[in-house]
Nanobody, 127 residues
Framework: QVQLVESGGGSVQAGGSLRLSCVAS????????LGWFRQAPGKGREAIAA????????YYADSVKGRFTISQDNSKNTLYLQMDSLKPEDTSMYYC????????????????????WGQGTQVTVSS
């Protein structure tokens, strides 16, 4: 079992920044894919970024590339999402997720591969 707890959401004006954190606990495999998703009301869940636990490869959706940065601190078992140049369309509930069985790859964006999910943290961007 892996437990994921997000924090850092809030309200910000367009152009502002936020940093989300996701603290992981439980059984952490060496090979894991850790990702961030978001879901706006009435819309499907969107994969926005992922990385390999302990590795260097990162993956981004086109909608956030160049504005968001995913990173990790393995000493703290914490995943981060630095969000800059926020836009009103970034308003969503943000979730972190973990695939405990394998590295990220070309299918990093597929939500069905992720076994564990956090409860979410709300991000609201006003114009």
């Amino acid at each position: 079992q892996v437990q994921l707890v997000e924090s850092g959401g809030g309200s910000v004006q367009a152009g502002g920044s936020l940093r989300l954190s996701c603290v992981a606990s439980g059984y952490m495999n060496t090979r894991m894919c850790l990702g961030w998703f978001r879901q706006a009301p009435g819309k499907g869940r969107e994969a926005i970024a992922a990385l390999n636990r302990g590795g260097e490869s990162t993956y981004y959706a086109d909608s956030v590339k160049g504005r968001f940065t995913i990173s990790q601190d393995n000493s703290k078992n914490t995943l981060y999402l630095q969000m800059d140049s926020l836009k009103p369309e970034d308003t969503s509930m943000y979730y972190c997720a973990a695939d405990r069985h394998r590295w990220c790859g070309t299918d990093w964006y597929g939500e069905r591969r992720y076994d564990y999910w956090g409860q979410g943290t709300q991000v609201t961007v006003s114009s």
